[in-house]
């Protein structure tokens, strides 16, 4: 549920090597409570930090507009927006954008509203808050556009009535990836996530005193729904394999049109939906398994990447299948995506088609050429379409261009990190300056400051003394850590603390103090996927000196 930040922002423990990471896709529908207005439900979400929604009765609602600065209030630089309607005792109707939802719900309740019903500005309903509570118990929803339209569009006066009944919307966004869906790749580029479901407004049992029903979003709804799906495979073919399940399931996904603009008819990033939409009955009628079921081209600067595919047939007919690839969005940047593209990727069969008997595997070499330069995540789907019709299978494929270790990691930020720091509390952080005397006591140690703008494979930090000699000739680490995450935003930091101490018998957890005197530290960082025994694969940096000084 990474999704806000950013790529490679799945974690553990979907990228597991046998494990199944699990995309998120909204579902087709979403329940929610609705009030009517002249027989029309209209469902809402209840805004964060609001006053609780009514369950019943009657109110006229009236439009007042965009509702940001009040033309009596005006501040220089800040929107006019004139009421087109007195919510004065009424429901007031406002339209989504230029300020937030709480500026426009206080001046509403100021003016006398006696609820908020705030429309988007785009399809679909959302959920919104209000930051903090205005007045703890004036009600402010969210609606859909269309929504929010039709009601404008209702002969005054327009009467709205409360329910405590749900139903079934359409929902805009039904079957495309989620917004909150973590991106892959993974930091050692293997192909994650596998495979997506249904994870967006899933209405479903929920666990209360008295048994009872509510809509959750998540990839702890999307991945349950894959296990689910594993199971009825299995129940239809009790004799396969976990690894075979992944691949049935893999293999008979559908990939589905990218989320930012569907009807482009692009296809979602590979990094982002994995094979594609579960579909279980193809999973289960399949005759056929295409192994490996995904494959991971790594690093463009190795050059084409081909891979080896063994086409089994389980069926009862000899089967002739033509090959083809569709290529998905690609995108660039690090964390932040920063551009799009499409149509930088070619795959080279070895035969245009490939026939299989019953019972028996054929083998196809498929290679992929990617023109991406540096930092483009890429991928597509390699298909197997039987000639005569019936089910096609898919491979999705996925690399990055260029040199994935061109990748800076210890990249500066806004503050200036990497830093050496210190802290009051454990919470607040400053920089220390060159020869700052630190007693080693509470919290009165120096700190690292540092960012990570990606992965990192190792991260050690040395101590040296102030003439430059290591405080031990080997054993001189003030710690040593292997597969960190990066941060999770472009201006956040970690915080490392030295104890004072270094690590010794190869670091297994034992430890010597080191005595007092003045010191600086070396941080050395191995980048994702790198070679240790390459210094280009590694980026350092140097601390001010400071002196050790305890009572």
């Known amino acids: ?93 406002i339209s989504r954008g230029a300020c937030s939802f709480n500026e426009k719900a206080t001046r509403a309740i100021t003016a006398g509203a006696v609820a908020v019903v705030i429309h988007n500005s785009s399809a679909g309903v959302f959920n919104g808050t209000l930051g903090t509570p205005i007045d703890g118990t004036t009600p402010v929803v969210g609606i859909s556009l269309a929504d929010g339209l039709f009601i404008q569009a209702q002969t005054a006066p327009v009467t709205m009535t409360w329910t405590n009944q749900q139903d079934s919307f359409p929902s805009p966004t039904g079957g495309l990836i989620s917004s909150f869906s973590s991106y892959g790749l993974a930091p050692d580029l293997s192909l994650k996530p596998d495979i997506g479901a249904p ?83 193809d999973a289960i009628l399949a005759t056929t398994t295409i192994t490996p079921s995904k494959i991971a081209t790594g690093e463009g600067e190795a050059g084409p990447f081909t891979q080896q595919l063994v086409v089994k047939n389980n069926g009862a007919s000899t089967v002739t299948y033509d090959l083809s690839f569709e290529e998905a969005i690609a995108t660039s940047g690090v964390i932040t995506i920063t551009g799009y593209s499409i149509f930088g990727v070619d795959v ?81 952080f400053g920089f220390a300056s060159p020869g700052d005397v630190f007693t080693m006591q509470g919290f009165d140690l120096p700190y690292i400051l540092i960012h990570f703008e990606h992965q990192v494979q190792e991260f050690r930090v040395r101590i040296f003394n102030a003439d430059g000699s290591p405080v031990h000739p080997v054993h001189n680490f003030a710690f040593d850590y292997e597969y960190l995450p990066r941060n999770s935003t472009t201006t956040s930091f970690f915080a490392y603390a030295w104890d004072g ?25 191995l980048k994702a996927n790198g070679d240790a025994g390459n210094p280009a694969h590694w980026e350092t940096w140097t601390s001010p000196t400071f002196v050790v000084d305890r009572p």
């Not at 009514?54 to 009040?70: A, K, L, M, N, Y």
């Not at 967006?200 to 929920?206: E, F, P």
């Not at 990094?271 to 009955?281: C, E, P, T, V």
């Not at 101490?501 to 941080?523: F, H, Q």
């Open 348 to 428: 080279v069969f070895d035969s245009a088609s490939v026939t299989v008997k019953p019972g028996k595997t054929a083998k196809v070499n498929a290679t992929v050429i990617s023109y991406y330069p540096d930092q483009y995540q890429f991928g597509g789907y390699i298909i197997f379409t039987p000639q005569g019709g019936g089910q096609e299978y898919r491979v999705p494929f996925a690399g990055i261009g260029g040199d994935y270790q061109s990748i800076q990691m210890l990249t500066p930020t806004p503050f200036g990190f990497p830093a050496l720091g210190w802290t009051p509390d454990g919470n607040n």
């Open 501 to 525: 101490t270094r690590l010794y018998n190869n670091g297994n957890n034992k430890v010597k103090v080191v005595p007092d005197g003045e010191y600086y530290l070396v941080v050395e960082a």
């Open 1 to 93: 549920n990474s999704g806000a930040n950013g790529l490679y922002s799945a974690g553990s423990p979907g990228l597991g090597k046998d494990v199944i990471g699990v995309a998120s896709f909204d579902n087709s529908n979403t329940f929610l409570t609705y009030f009517e207005v002249n027989g029309a439900h209209i469902g809402y979400v209840p805004m964060d930090f609001a006053g609780p929604t009514p369950t019943s009765g009657s109110e006229e609602i009236v439009f007042v507009g965009r509702g940001c600065v009040d033309a009596d209030t005006v501040t220089p630089g800040l929107q006019t927006d004139p009421y087109l309607d007195d919510p004065n005792g009424k429901v007031a109707l």
């Open 199 to 281: 994870g967006g407004n899933i209405y479903s049992t929920y666990p209360l005193e008295q048994g009872g029903y509510a809509t959750l979003s998540g990839t702890s709804m999307s991945s349950p729904h894959t296990a689910g799906a594993a199971a009825l495979l299995l129940e239809a073919k009790p004799n396969l394999s976990p690894s075979q399940v992944r691949d049935a399931l893999l293999n008979s996904a559908d990939p589905k049109n990218w989320s930012g603009n569907p009807g482009l008819g692009f296809l979602d990033l590979v990094h982002r939906q994995g094979a594609g939409m579960l579909d279980i009955d």
